[in-house]
């Protein structure tokens, strides 16, 4: 089979996390050219991710495929605006948009439904649902004109729950309204050959994840008896998924969350 993504030109946010650089692997061994952001491409370094923005490229490299980087904020503007900007500078075209930024990224002590401070509150939503917005606001004016494009953003099985404890709420909600817009978006630009996609993932093991796991009671032995598949989830079981979405063999597929959580 040829490669589904081949001159394909895709921007990843988030692309320095366990989710993000496996993602930006895949859509270079599918093909595609690729243009990465994140606001800290070392940020998983401490719990065994990459170390630099030179060893994601690599990544890319490796699978025989080229990459430019930005470093900044997936949620400001100016930043979207300037990798939209560059990429279509060199690549001439925007064809794919993963919207990976994101995650818990405020204490899970101070995270409860009743009590989470309202900084908490922003700084949550603007990471997870605030970066897809901009993102991809800033990339369908490209995506319009060319008549054609795939947005996939990564949202969380998480989002559509609730927490025993409610602890996390903020991040929960974030991700439930990153699905909601998922479904917005691809009723408005679908008539313009654009399609808008989700994932929602189960438990991944991402580097963070397994290191983070102890301290907030995850990865328990009744966790695992849940899932069908009983195994946790590969970054690359997410990687696979959007490859899927951003690909022709999703032509016909638009406006969906599909759940990867092993059942």
Same mark, same amino acid.
């Given at each position: 089979?040829?490669?589904?993504?081949?001159?394909?030109? #895709?921007?990843?946010?988030? #692309?320095? !996390?366990?989710? !993000?650089?496996?993602?930006?692997?895949?859509? @270079?061994?599918?093909?595609?050219?690729?243009?990465?952001?994140?606001?800290?491409?070392?940020?998983? @370094?401490?719990?065994?991710?990459?170390?630099?923005?030179?060893?994601?490229? #690599?990544?890319?490299?490796? @699978?025989?495929?080229?990459?430019?980087? @930005?470093?900044?904020?997936?949620?400001?503007?100016?930043?979207?605006?300037?990798?939209?900007?560059?990429?279509?500078?060199?690549?001439?075209?925007?064809?794919?948009?993963?919207?990976?930024?994101?995650?818990?990224?405020?204490?899970?002590?101070?995270?409860?439904?009743?009590?989470?401070?309202?900084?908490?509150?922003?700084?949550?939503?603007?990471?997870?649902?605030?970066?897809?917005?901009?993102?991809?606001?800033?990339?369908?004016?490209?995506?319009?004109?060319?008549?054609?494009?795939?947005?996939?953003?990564?949202?969380?099985?998480?989002?559509?729950?609730?927490?025993?404890?409610?602890?996390?709420?903020?991040?929960?909600?974030?991700?439930?309204?990153?699905?909601?817009?998922?479904?917005?978006?691809?009723?408005?630009?679908?008539?313009?050959?654009?399609?808008?996609?989700?994932?929602?993932?189960?438990?991944?093991?991402?580097?963070?994840?397994?290191?983070?796991?102890?301290?907030? !009671? #995850?990865?328990?032995?009744?966790?695992?008896?849940?899932?069908?598949?009983?195994?946790?989830?590969?970054?690359?079981?997410?990687?696979?998924?959007?490859?899927?979405?951003?690909?022709?063999?999703?032509?016909?597929?638009?406006?969906?969350?599909?759940?990867?959580?092993?059942?």
């Amino acid at each position: 089979m040829p490669n589904l993504l081949t001159d394909k030109v #895709a921007i990843v946010t988030g #692309a320095g !996390g366990g989710i !993000g650089s496996a993602i930006a692997a895949r859509l @270079a061994q599918a093909g595609a050219v690729l243009s990465l952001v994140d606001r800290n491409f070392a940020s998983t @370094a401490e719990w065994g991710g990459h170390a630099s923005t030179a060893s994601v490229v #690599a990544l890319v490299e490796a @699978a025989g495929s080229q990459a430019i980087v @930005a470093e900044g904020d997936a949620a400001d503007r100016s930043v979207a605006a300037a990798v939209a900007e560059q990429t279509l500078a060199k690549f001439g075209a925007i064809d794919i948009l993963v919207n990976c930024a994101g995650g818990v990224v405020t204490a899970a002590d101070r995270s409860f439904a009743s009590t989470s401070p309202d900084e908490d509150l922003d700084t949550v939503f603007r990471a997870n649902y605030r970066s897809t917005v901009t993102f991809s606001q800033s990339v369908l004016g490209v995506m319009r004109q060319q008549g054609s494009g795939a947005i996939v953003n990564i949202t969380s099985g998480l989002g559509h729950l609730s927490s025993r404890d409610g602890a996390l709420s903020h991040y929960f909600a974030s991700k439930a309204a990153v699905s909601s817009y998922t479904t917005s978006l691809a009723q408005e630009v679908g008539s313009f050959g654009v399609r808008v996609n989700a994932v929602l993932p189960g438990l991944i093991l991402t580097p963070r994840v397994a290191a983070q796991a102890p301290d907030r !009671g #995850a990865v328990r032995p009744e966790q695992l008896q849940r899932i069908s598949l009983r195994r946790y989830g590969q970054p690359d079981d997410i990687a696979k998924v959007v490859e899927f979405f951003a690909s022709d063999l999703a032509s016909y597929v638009t406006g969906q969350v599909l759940a990867v959580n092993g059942g």
